[in-house]
Every structure is written in C-alpha cells, then in structure tokens.
C-alpha cells in the first residue's frame, strides 16, 4: 500500500494547461501502475489516463487523448498529469490510484490506494 497526496488543481480558462502531481509515501511505489480518474459534480468516477510501473505503456481515456499526458518519476515517487487546452467538460475533481494486481486499468474497483483529489476548474 501507498499513501497518495495529489496537487496542482485549480481555477483556469478554457485553453489553458495544468499539470497535476501526485506524490507517493510508503514503500514500492515503482511496482504499481499508477492511474488518474476524476469526478464531475453528481457524475460517477471517470477513468482519465493509466501508467505502467516503469512507464513505457500508457493509454488514455478519448475524452482526453492527444490533450493530457501522464508520466512518472519513480526516483521522486511521483505521477504527473499534463493536461493541455483544457475544456469546460475536464472540470471535475481528479484522483490518483495506485494499483498492484494487474486488474483492469479503467476499473477504478480494482485500486489498492487512493489520494484525496485534488480541483480542476475550467471557465469558458
């Protein structure tokens, strides 16, 4: 198990780029795939981007391909979320998962850990 601490949220205009962090205590945190999800308000948790544990394999959701970018730096124990030329719809809470036993990545019932989530706004 990991403890997960996301950062990075926060209030901009369509267009604009964030980059959300996610930092990891505990121990092995090279071992897990490592994923993002997000919540709009009264909507379930969507999948949004998965990493494998050495981060040569990643897949996205389409909602997000060609905009958002995930990657991880082991050494630091952190996962990042590039996101670019945000829209209105990417508003939503985002969290990060970490997961060890090879489940589906999209399954959000399959993660070991979860960060508390961190805000994403986005203005027309």
């Known amino acids: 198990q990991v403890s997960l601490v996301e950062s990075g949220g926060g209030l901009v205009q369509a267009g604009d780029s964030l980059r959300l962090s996610c930092t990891a205590s505990?121990?092995?945190?090279?071992?897990?795939?490592m994923s993002w999800f997000r919540q709009a308000p009264g909507k379930e948790r969507d999948f949004v981007a998965t990493?494998?544990?050495?981060?040569?394999?990643?897949f996205y959701a389409d909602s997000v391909k060609g905009r958002f970018t995930i990657s991880r730096d082991n050494a630091q124990n952190t996962l990042y979320l590039q996101m670019n030329s945000l829209k209105p719809e990417d508003t939503a809470v985002y969290f990060c998962?970490?997961?060890?036993?090879?489940?589906?990545?999209?399954?959000?019932?399959?993660?070991?850990?979860w960060g508390q989530g961190t805000l994403v706004t986005v203005s027309a």
């Open positions: 998962a970490a997961e060890y036993g090879g489940g589906a990545p999209v399954d959000s019932s399959v993660y070991d850990s």
């Open positions: 505990g121990r092995n945190f090279g071992s897990f795939r």
């Open positions: 990493i494998n544990w050495n981060g040569d394999s990643s």
